[in-house]
């Protein structure tokens, strides 16, 4: 897309990336918070994800920075390596790592990603996002965990509802529903659902406030937490570097050369690049315009983002579902709302962190319920469903892994599903079968499909083992354009021990030479007539007596 093109969209991008500037502010924090790094690490990850990543990307819609899904790895990495600055040195690693991954077109590993799985993730995530904002919706002080905790905590959270908090969540979350449903709203693009609600929710605190109101929220941790800095050098202070080379404890102290910085660094890259590709490609499905992303380019952004990110004390980065869908619904067009994004960000650090500080993470909460809800409506699940077993099993697991356990194994039980129920279809389709009535038996014509592989093995021998007795087999092979040595050394066995047990007689035709499992020229005459024949009777009426005395006579000559 040409740049003429990127800002004739500004009207769209602007409100919709100062919306997703809104709802990474808190998540930036937040997830730097839960990581056990410096909250300002969370801010510059969200910074360099917008303007950098958003830069090299050619997605329109995805937006990049912290992710939730990293957290436990990240937690458990700083305390590991016993340093934050040792932790960059390994984030940089894993950049570098993703950056060759890019190069050597490895994000074409998204396209066998099945679409019930990634619907299934995209669910799960909407629930997640919808269970998680409950307690900050009702100003409860409650974090909601993992696993079966989610029903205790979300039971708690109503038990400390807050009336002020609680109403003001109420407000936002009615402006954003109206504003998608009523048709005259939804035509004032300048103007998204979440922007208003973040507004009107903001102003209604402060007039809370001003008139001494016991709704008004006024305690800090209810409302955005963004560090103050006085001066350009307290902000240069709180960066941090990577330490590459640290020679204060001799070699054993460089980063380089210590086997658990690459073994974080790889962890990172791996879990990083698969959650990118799968947020790529849920993203892509939820960009209304249908345009896709070059997932090659994209873990080249990915890479030089962390590498960036790391250069100056950031947490590793991926594409985030929940920004990206937010950036959706708030109206976005081109990318240049993800880089908009990252300019707040940056902006909102250098100038204006006191009036961000007013907006009530209540507003926030209601946004993302929102969301959540877009995410996992009733209708997703409906049409799974409506698709059949095979399609709605891998959905549906993933969905429920996705919520109790985690993202990356919902992901990964939901393939493994998919490719069982693949199998199970293959297997079905190894061969088309067809059973005709004769006199003294059955004639089943067994026609095989152009591959059989070793998985139709099963499928094949139970039924060869069904054929009744006195029957005649047909086994054709015209089609088959390869056929498994397991298949073949079955057909063999069949035919030459088991089926003459059961007075079975089996013929095969269409088999090449080399397989040595060919009839004789008489052998597929006499097939060829007895079958003609047959059809003939089939056509006439004749009397089964009358056919059989026709199949003996040309048998016999």
Not at 97 to 106: C, E, P, R, S, Y
Not at 196 to 222: C, H
Not at 250 to 268: C, P
Not at 448 to 454: D, G, N
Request: glycine fraction near 8%.
């Amino acid at each position: 897309m040409s740049k003429t093109k990127i800002f004739a969209n500004l009207k769209y991008d602007i409100p919709s990336g100062l919306v997703v500037f809104l709802v990474a502010l808190p998540l930036c924090l937040g997830i730097a918070m839960a990581s056990g790094a410096p909250l300002f690490a969370g801010i510059v990850t969200g910074i360099i994800g917008g303007i950098i990543v958003g830069s090299i990307s050619n997605s329109h819609i995805s937006v990049s920075g912290p992710a939730a899904g990293l957290t436990a790895i990240v937690v458990a990495a700083i305390l590991s390596l016993c340093s934050f600055e040792t932790f960059l040195t390994a984030v940089f690693i894993a950049g570098l790592m993703q950056l060759i991954l890019g190069f050597l077109n490895a994000g074409a590993i998204s396209n066998y990603f099945p679409n019930n799985v990634i619907e299934g993730m995209l669910a799960g995530i909407g629930i997640i996002i919808f269970l998680k904002q409950i307690p900050k919706a009702f100003g409860a002080d409650v974090e909601v965990g993992s696993g079966l905790e989610i029903f205790s905590d979300i039971a708690t959270s109503f038990t400390q509802l807050q009336l002020g908090i609680a109403v003001i969540a109420l407000i936002s979350f009615l402006i954003v529903i109206l504003w998608d449903k009523i048709s005259f709203l939804k035509k004032i693009k300048l103007l998204p659902g979440a922007l208003v609600a973040v507004i009107v929710g903001t102003l209604v605190n402060e007039l809370f406030v001003a008139t001494n109101s016991n709704l008004a929220i006024k305690e800090a941790r209810y409302l955005v937490g963004l560090p103050i800095f006085s001066n350009f050098q307290e902000l240069r202070g709180s960066l941090y570097h990577p330490d590459f080379l640290n020679f204060s404890d001799g070699f054993n102290g460089v980063s380089l050369l210590k086997k658990e910085v690459w073994i974080t660094a790889l962890t990172i890259t791996i879990v990083a690049s698969i959650e990118t590709l799968l947020c790529i490609e849920a993203s892509d499905r939820l960009d209304p315009q249908k345009r896709l992303t070059d997932t090659n380019l994209e873990l080249k952004a990915q890479g030089i983002g962390n590498m960036a990110s790391a250069l100056i004390g950031g947490l590793p980065l991926t594409s985030v579902v929940v920004r990206s869908s937010t950036n959706v619904h708030a109206g976005a067009k081109t990318k240049m709302s993800a880089i908009i994004h990252g300019v707040f960000l940056l902006l909102c650090v250098l100038t204006i962190p006191f009036m961000l500080n007013k907006i009530p993470l209540a507003t926030l909460a209601a946004i993302l319920l929102y969301i959540g809800y877009k995410l996992a409506k009733p209708a997703v699940f409906r049409h799974f469903y409506q698709r059949g077993k095979y399609q709605f099993i891998p959905f549906i697991v993933t969905v429920v892994t996705v919520v109790f356990a985690d993202l990356l194994y919902g992901v990964a039980l939901g393939m493994i599903i998919s490719i069982f129920s693949i199998l199970r279809g293959n297997m079905k389709r190894a061969y088309y079968f067809k059973k005709e009535e004769y006199a003294t038996g059955d004639i089943i014509h067994i026609h095989l499909a152009q591959e059989v592989s070793f998985l139709n093995k099963a499928a094949i021998l139970f039924t060869l083992d069904a054929i009744p007795e006195d029957s005649k087999v047909i086994i054709n092979a015209s089609d088959t354009v390869y056929i498994a040595h397991d298949i073949l050394d079955s057909i063999r066995e069949f035919r030459d021990i088991r089926a003459p047990l059961r007075n079975v007689e089996v013929t095969v035709i269409g088999f090449k030479e080399e397989y040595n499992l060919a009839n004789t020229d008489t052998d597929i005459r006499q097939v060829s007539i007895e079958h003609a024949l047959l059809m003939e009777h089939r056509n006439n009426l004749k009397s089964s007596n009358e056919v059989i005395t026709e199949i003996k006579a040309e048998a016999t000559n």
